[in-house]
């Protein structure tokens, strides 16, 4: 059975935060699901903080202008891994990507994820 706290952060971190382009409501986000020292890591590299991490969802959300994120299946949790997979392109239309993003939950918020890419 999963943990409906790991869940939502990991339904957050995609939607709240990756999915967010207002800059204001994306920065409170990132407070309230990551800790201090969160790391990101994807193919590209890793980064470590929330400015880090901010400027890094930048980039993505810059890089795909009119493309939303969504769920792309169901929410899978062993003790403090979750796993959420997601898609992303133009709203209405079938994915350019798809991905899997994977967090380890530390105090009640995501200390690592780690994404992956299938494209």
């Not at 790391?39 to 590299?45: I, L, P, R, S, T």
Request: proline share 5%; net charge negative.
């Amino acid at each position: 059975m999963s943990d409906p706290s790991l869940e939502k952060l990991m339904r957050a971190n995609l939607l709240e935060v990756f999915g967010e382009r207002d800059a204001a409501r994306r920065a409170e986000a990132i407070r309230r699901t990551y800790t201090q020292d969160v790391v990101f890591a994807d193919a590209e590299g890793q980064v470590e903080g929330h400015e880090a991490l901010d400027a890094k969802v930048r980039e993505i959300l810059d890089g795909a202008p009119g493309f939303v994120f969504r769920p792309d299946g169901d929410f899978y949790q062993v003790q403090d891994l979750g796993y959420l997979a997601w898609a992303l392109g133009p709203e209405g239309a079938p994915p350019v990507v798809r991905g899997t993003d994977m967090g380890f939950v530390r105090d009640g918020l995501l200390a690592k994820v780690y994404t992956v890419l299938f494209r």
